[in-house]
């Protein structure tokens, strides 16, 4: 009922610098914090960064200052702008969405289909 597609992953050099987008649509009533998680080969999932509906920011401490997260609640779209880009940045981003469902009223965690991004030193 609730789609995240997540688009802008690639392969880019040490220092570059990507844009993620994931937008969500179906059956939304709306949709609290939005947020980047990421999993490396071998790793867990971490969380990057968070937004919630208000615009607050939560940043996963090895990509402040690189990384920034923003919403347009207008469009239920979250980015992702990665400057600075390090080889250990390289793993599978995950999009998150709090959904309040338009069609039930539930609230629910979805997650999209995740997006490489590679750094090459």
């Known amino acids: 009922q609730v789609q995240l597609v997540e688009s802008g992953g690639g392969l880019v050099q040490a220092g570059g610098s990507l844009r993620l987008s994931c937008a969500a649509s179906?059956?939304?009533?709306?949709?609290?914090?939005m947020g980047w998680y990421r999993q490396a080969p071998g790793k867990q999932r971490e969380l990057v960064a968070s937004?919630?509906?208000?615009?607050?920011?939560n940043y996963a401490d090895s990509v402040k200052g690189r990384f920034t997260i923003s919403r347009d609640n207008a469009k239920n779209t979250v980015y992702l702008q990665m400057n600075s880009l390090k080889p250990e940045d390289t793993a599978v981003y995950y999009c998150?969405?709090?959904?309040?469902?338009?069609?039930?009223?539930?609230?629910?965690?979805?997650w999209g289909q995740g997006t490489q991004v590679t750094v090459s030193s």
């Open positions: 937004i919630t509906s208000g615009g607050s920011t």
């Open positions: 998150n969405a709090d959904v309040r469902r338009a069609t039930d009223w539930r609230r629910i965690d979805y």
């Open positions: 179906g059956s939304i009533f709306s949709i609290n914090a």
